[in-house]
């Protein structure tokens, strides 16, 4: 009868090591890469004009659909952070194109200015796109006394680094005289420029 030898059995030194390899190379595969560096803070700021459309009409006022065509101006401090969503401030400018309210409530050229504080969100959807969006309250401070809620969101392309085309949606609602509201949607084209604030 064959008989086995003592130790025949036991595994050899290099199948550990190979076996210990094998879940090393496991455990780090399957580890968390190293989050990237967060997103600097950047200054963005846009200019556009805007051509609204009034969802309602007030005949007393002698309102026509649509609204004065306006430029618009938004300058804004988006914060640093991690991943493609940040947060931001920003203060919106507006001022009328043209003429509203026939012989009623006449409304001049360039009569009537809007101030809008505003929270922004930013996205960079790719390295050529970003989105901006924003909830602001726009308050006339010059040519009536009205103040709203106005929410938008716009795509810019980057022609340059800090530059480029932007287009914008928006829908907002003003408090009027005699208690009446007036809801309202826009379009806005223009350009805009980003600027990152390096450490």
């Not at 210990?20 to 200054?43: E, M, V």
């Not at 991943?83 to 012989?103: A, V």
Request: aromatic fraction near 8%; hydrophobic fraction near 45%.
């Amino acid at each position: 009868m064959r008989t086995r030898r003592h130790g025949a059995h036991r595994p050899a030194a290099p199948a550990w090591s190979a076996l210990l390899a094998l879940l090393a190379t496991t455990l780090a595969w399957g580890a968390p890469a190293r989050a990237d560096a967060p997103a600097p803070a950047s200054y963005v700021g846009t200019l556009t004009v805007g051509a609204p459309l009034r969802l309602t009409t007030n005949v007393d006022f002698d309102q026509s659909a649509l609204a004065p065509i306006y430029a618009d101006l938004l300058a804004g401090y988006v914060l640093s952070g991690d991943g493609p969503w940040r947060h931001g401030i920003g203060l919106g400018l507006s001022l009328n194109l043209s003429e509203d309210g026939g012989f009623t409530e006449p409304v001049g050229i360039a009569k009537q200015l809007t101030v809008m504080p505003s929270y922004l969100l930013h996205w960079n959807a790719s390295p050529t796109w970003l989105m901006l969006g924003h909830v602001g309250l726009p308050v006339l401070v010059a040519g009536g006394s009205s103040a709203g809620l106005d929410v938008g969101a716009g795509f810019g392309y980057r022609l340059l680094a800090g530059f480029g085309v932007y287009g914008e949606a928006s829908a907002s609602v003003f408090m009027g005289a005699q208690s009446t509201v007036h809801p309202v949607v826009a379009l806005e084209l223009g350009v805009f420029l980003e600027h990152e604030v390096l450490p």
